[in-house]
């Protein structure tokens, strides 16, 4: 998988999960709000209950206080009435002089009476009385002048205050340091404590507060019980944004847009096909042939995408970076070149015709100036040149720096002859289709024959592409071409490998070049992916 693939993958995995877990934290959210919702809504009607007993307590204590009986005996029946009237409340004691002298459940006593157990002078949660120890009381204390009032409710009223609410929320009722569960049991010495979902509420009207909290291990099932449906389905939302858009990410773009992504990232590499002499059998340059390689695709050749290019508008951008990094590399390779070693570039109509083409040519060779290196521009004739005036003064200007002109796959179009018309000719390449039938198909041969003789009535130099075997090769020589290129002397390698096979080791033999070529498989027909 490539860095650009991987990246992809990686990109649409982020949007697949970046949606699926800001769904989830949406749900998680508002789940929290609702819990938190939840806990203040049961806490306040749980007060609200709590508050209602003890107002209704209150009263019986204030009416309690408006008797002022002077001997229990008097009054206590009158006393009972109140508790029997009284909602909630179980007892009433009267208190006179730090004593408890009166009782509904003993009538007269002389019980001690602590003040200072009760919260702000005014509540004491206690574990129960003398008839039944294990059953826990809430008593309210009304203090009037001279005597003071104590009304006990009992627990169960206030168990059954707190069970009526969410059971699935604790409530606790807190007096000081105690306090009472929702099952009734009492908690002494108790210390509220922080909890990350708990709420504590105190009475406006009386020193008690109510403090309710959500188990912590019934929050993640109470979270999936309600949201399982709604998460399968953001899981499933998730799975098919991260499918559409590495969909979208991989799907072919507009051919310009490609190579303009391309040029961008330097996905264009120049390769080079050596050029020998046929005489000497000496590399005395290359051809400059681009390839494309793509990150999804591999190796793109340049059949597959030159063509759209030139359609697109695109063709001058590539050549002109193809031109950038061709001397980028000659110039790392130093003292390695001959001098005068031809470095052939293919060139586009369209480019010619540019106006600054001449200075990309001109910047091209001042750039390699420490070595004499020889530009050969390749004329293709895919589209016909314009032979204006201006370009016609470009061609002359190029060579009178030195640029020699070259008119490729010569004998496949009609513009060829025209362009020898037109202006000064230095080179032709004879085609590769005449080349690889020439041996078995005559006509072929006759076609090279009359190439041959124009170049030599014109005195131009010819280069024979495609020579892929040992007797081509021969007869190319006999019939006086001066340059041979092909897969019988090399096929188009980086940079690095061309160096290495024919510029380190210029001396090597041809019994090795033969043996190379022997191996090698015919020139591949790739189809465009």
Request: glycine share 6%; aromatic share 8%; hydrophobic share 40%.
């Given at each position: 998988?490539?860095?650009?693939?991987?990246?992809?993958?990686?990109?649409?995995?982020?949007?697949?999960?970046?949606?699926?877990?800001?769904?989830?934290?949406?749900?998680?959210?508002?789940?929290?709000?609702?819990?938190?919702?939840?806990?203040?809504?049961?806490?306040?009607?749980?007060?609200?209950?709590?508050?209602?007993?003890?107002?209704?307590?209150?009263?019986?204590?204030?009416?309690?206080?408006?008797?002022?009986?002077?001997?229990?005996?008097?009054?206590?029946?009158?006393?009972?009435?109140?508790?029997?009237?009284?909602?909630?409340?179980?007892?009433?004691?009267?208190?006179?002089?730090?004593?408890?002298?009166?009782?509904?459940?003993?009538?007269?006593?002389?019980?001690?009476?602590?003040?200072?157990?009760?919260?702000?002078?005014?509540?004491?949660?206690?574990?129960?009385?003398?008839?039944?120890?294990?059953?826990?009381?809430?008593?309210?204390?009304?203090?009037?002048?001279?005597?003071?009032?104590?009304?006990?409710?009992?627990?169960?009223?206030?168990?059954?205050?707190?069970?009526?609410?969410?059971?699935?929320?604790?409530?606790?009722?807190?007096?000081?340091?105690?306090?009472?569960?929702?099952?009734?049991?009492?908690?002494?010495?108790?210390?509220?404590?922080?909890?990350?979902?708990?709420?504590?509420?105190?009475?406006?009207?009386?020193?008690?507060?109510?403090?309710?909290?959500?188990?912590?291990?019934?929050?993640?099932?109470?979270?999936?019980?309600?949201?399982?449906?709604?998460?399968?389905c953001l899981f499933l939302l998730s799975c098919g944004v991260t499918f559409l858009t590495k969909w979208l990410s991989t799907r072919?773009?507009?051919?310009?847009?490609?190579?303009?992504?391309?040029?961008?990232?330097?996905?264009?590499?120049?390769?080079?096909?050596?050029?020998?002499?046929?005489?000497?059998?000496?590399?005395?340059?290359?051809?400059?042939?681009?390839?494309?390689?793509?990150?999804?695709?591999?190796?793109?050749?340049?059949?597959?995408?030159?063509?759209?290019?030139?359609?697109?508008?695109?063709?001058?951008?590539?050549?002109?970076?193809?031109?950038?990094?061709?001397?980028?590399?000659?110039?790392?390779?130093?003292?390695?070149?001959?001098?005068?070693?031809?470095?052939?570039?293919?060139?586009?109509?369209?480019?010619?015709?540019?106006?600054?083409?001449?200075?990309?040519?001109?910047?091209?060779?001042?750039?390699?100036?420490?070595?004499?290196?020889?530009?050969?521009?390749?004329?293709?004739?895919?589209?016909?040149?314009?032979?204006?005036?201006?370009?016609?003064?470009?061609?002359?200007?190029?060579?009178?720096?030195?640029?020699?002109?070259?008119?490729?796959?010569?004998?496949?179009?009609?513009?060829?002859?025209?362009?020898?018309?037109?202006?000064?000719?230095?080179?032709?390449?004879?085609?590769?289709?005449?080349?690889?039938?020439?041996?078995?198909?005559?006509?072929?041969?006759?076609?090279?024959?009359?190439?041959?003789?124009?170049?030599?009535?014109?005195?131009?130099?010819?280069?024979?592409?495609g020579v892929e075997t040992e007797e081509q090769a021969r007869l190319l020589r006999k019939k006086g071409v001066h340059l041979l290129?092909?897969?019988?002397?090399?096929?188009?390698?980086?940079?690095?490998?061309?160096?290495?096979?024919?510029?380190?080791?210029?001396?090597?033999?041809?019994?090795?070049?033969?043996?190379?070529?022997?191996?090698?498989?015919?020139?591949?027909?790739?189809?465009?992916?």
């Amino acid at each position: 998988m490539s860095f650009r693939s991987g990246r992809q993958y990686f990109f649409s995995i982020l949007v697949g999960t970046g949606i699926f877990f800001a769904g989830a934290g949406t749900m998680y959210y508002d789940f929290i709000l609702s819990l938190n919702n939840r806990i203040l809504s049961t806490t306040k009607q749980a007060m609200g209950t709590l508050e209602e007993i003890l107002h209704s307590a209150s009263t019986v204590a204030l009416q309690s206080l408006q008797i002022q009986p002077l001997h229990c005996a008097s009054n206590v029946n009158t006393l009972r009435q109140f508790v029997a009237l009284g909602l909630y409340v179980r007892s009433v004691s009267l208190v006179r002089n730090g004593t408890i002298y009166c009782s509904t459940l003993y009538g007269d006593v002389n019980f001690p009476d602590i003040s200072s157990e009760y919260v702000s002078q005014r509540l004491l949660l206690m574990e129960g009385n003398s008839l039944n120890t294990h059953r826990p009381l809430l008593v309210l204390r009304q203090n009037g002048n001279t005597t003071s009032a104590l009304v006990g409710v009992d627990a169960q009223y206030l168990v059954r205050a707190m069970t009526l609410q969410d059971k699935d929320i604790d409530l606790l009722l807190i007096v000081g340091g105690t306090a009472l569960s929702r099952q009734g049991k009492l908690l002494t010495h108790f210390i509220p404590r922080s909890e990350r979902f708990s709420l504590i509420w105190p009475s406006g009207h009386y020193p008690v507060s109510v403090q309710s909290s959500y188990p912590t291990e019934k929050f993640w099932h109470e979270f999936l019980r309600l949201n399982i449906r709604m998460l399968i389905c953001l899981f499933l939302l998730s799975c098919g944004v991260t499918f559409l858009t590495k969909w979208l990410s991989t799907r072919p773009h507009s051919l310009r847009d490609e190579i303009q992504r391309a040029l961008e990232r330097h996905e264009f590499i120049p390769y080079f096909q050596p050029i020998f002499e046929s005489d000497t059998e000496r590399c005395i340059g290359a051809e400059v042939l681009i390839r494309w390689h793509h990150p999804r695709d591999g190796i793109i050749f340049p059949d597959c995408f030159i063509p759209q290019a030139e359609s697109s508008g695109m063709i001058v951008p590539v050549t002109t970076g193809l031109m950038q990094d061709v001397a980028r590399t000659l110039r790392s390779a130093g003292m390695l070149l001959p001098e005068g070693f031809h470095i052939g570039i293919n060139v586009s109509p369209q480019h010619i015709t540019e106006p600054a083409f001449s200075a990309h040519c001109r910047s091209f060779l001042q750039s390699l100036s420490h070595r004499a290196i020889t530009l050969v521009l390749e004329l293709t004739e895919r589209e016909p040149l314009q032979l204006n005036t201006q370009t016609l003064a470009q061609i002359a200007d190029l060579q009178m720096a030195g640029v020699i002109i070259a008119i490729d796959d010569f004998g496949t179009g009609h513009s060829g002859l025209s362009y020898l018309q037109a202006f000064r000719v230095d080179t032709l390449k004879i085609d590769r289709s005449f080349i690889s039938r020439m041996v078995q198909h005559a006509p072929s041969e006759n076609v090279i024959d009359n190439i041959v003789d124009l170049s030599q009535r014109l005195s131009l130099q010819l280069v024979a592409e495609g020579v892929e075997t040992e007797e081509q090769a021969r007869l190319l020589r006999k019939k006086g071409v001066h340059l041979l290129q092909g897969y019988y002397y090399g096929r188009p390698q980086p940079w690095q490998r061309f160096v290495s096979d024919y510029l380190l080791t210029p001396e090597r033999s041809r019994e090795q070049s033969d043996s190379e070529a022997a191996t090698l498989p015919p020139a591949p027909k790739t189809g465009c992916p």
